[in-house]
């Protein structure tokens, strides 16, 4: 796996499970649609992680760590209310998008080694 596929998995995940949280819920909440929209720009930016562009890397890895830091309170939300549901599919975004954060560190470190290789 690379980059590209590992935020191409992150991106879907965090839609589908976004919207599910959102209509799954008695009382959806428009904050619920966050993953979603994150989902989304990084479905985007993924055609320029395969190509390797560093600036849409470096963007797509800090809106990674802001949604994985988001995250934490639906978790914690879900937890306190007992909804097992709500706090699986979190933990399920949260999982796909520290993989994709962990893959960007490694491309990062990849084409470092490489840039210094050429020299």
Known sequence: MN?????LINSVTLIVFGLWGYF????????ALIPV???VILLAM??????DNAVIGHI???L???ILVALVKPLTAGLDHAD??????????MLTSA??????VKSFIDARKKKSESK
Not at 46 to 51: E, L, N, R, Y
Not at 99 to 104: C, D, G, H, I, Q
């Open 60 to 62: 797509a890895v800090v």
């Open 24 to 31: 799954g819920s008695v009382t959806p909440s428009f904050t």
């Open 37 to 39: 929209f994150a989902g």
């Open 84 to 93: 097992n549901a709500a706090a699986i599919r979190v933990i399920i975004m």
């Open 64 to 66: 990674t760590f802001i």
């Open 3 to 7: 980059a590209s596929k590992a935020n």
């Open 46 to 51: 993924t055609p320029g992680i395969k190509k």
């Open 99 to 104: 993989l994709a954060m962990a893959y960007f």
